[in-house]
Structure formats: structure tokens, C-alpha cells
């Protein structure tokens, strides 16, 4: 459980900061520089949410659920 919230942290937190690059420092920047960031930023913000879809999909014996599971419940 607690691996499950580091990615989600993890993952949200990565994504912030790829969005921050591109709306805060981004446009401060010229050139190169500006564009470098611009895809760095991007590819942060992808994986930052690959991360977290990740960390959201069902592991092990959550994936398929039997009927005999779901009576125990």
C-alpha cells in the first residue's frame, strides 16, 4: 500500500513540475533554451501521469476477481 501512494505522490509530483516548466520558466526563456524546456516540461508531464496510471491499476489478485472471492466479501 504505501509503494501505491509513493508512485501517486511520485507521479503528481513529477507531472507539476513538467507543467511548471512549461507555463512559469518556458515563456522566460528565448531560443533554444525556451524549446529545450518546452520538451523536457512535456515529457515530464507524460510520464508524471504514467506513473500515477500505474500505481491505479488493479495488482495481483485484485486484477480478476473470482466469484468466490466476491462472496467473501
Do not use: C, N
Not at 509513493?6 to 512559469?24: D, E, P, Q, S
Amino acid at each position: 500500500m504505501m509503494e501505491r501512494k509513493a508512485h501517486w505522490i511520485g507521479g503528481t509530483v513529477t507531472a507539476l513540475v513538467g507543467v511548471g516548466l512549461v507555463r512559469l520558466l518556458a515563456p522566460a526563456l528565448a531560443g533554444f533554451a525556451g524549446s529545450l524546456v518546452v520538451v523536457v516540461g512535456y515529457l515530464l508531464v507524460v510520464v508524471g501521469i504514467t506513473v500515477v496510471a500505474r500505481a491505479a491499476r488493479p495488482q495481483g489478485s485484485e486484477a480478476f476477481p473470482t466469484i468466490e472471492q466476491e462472496a467473501k466479501d
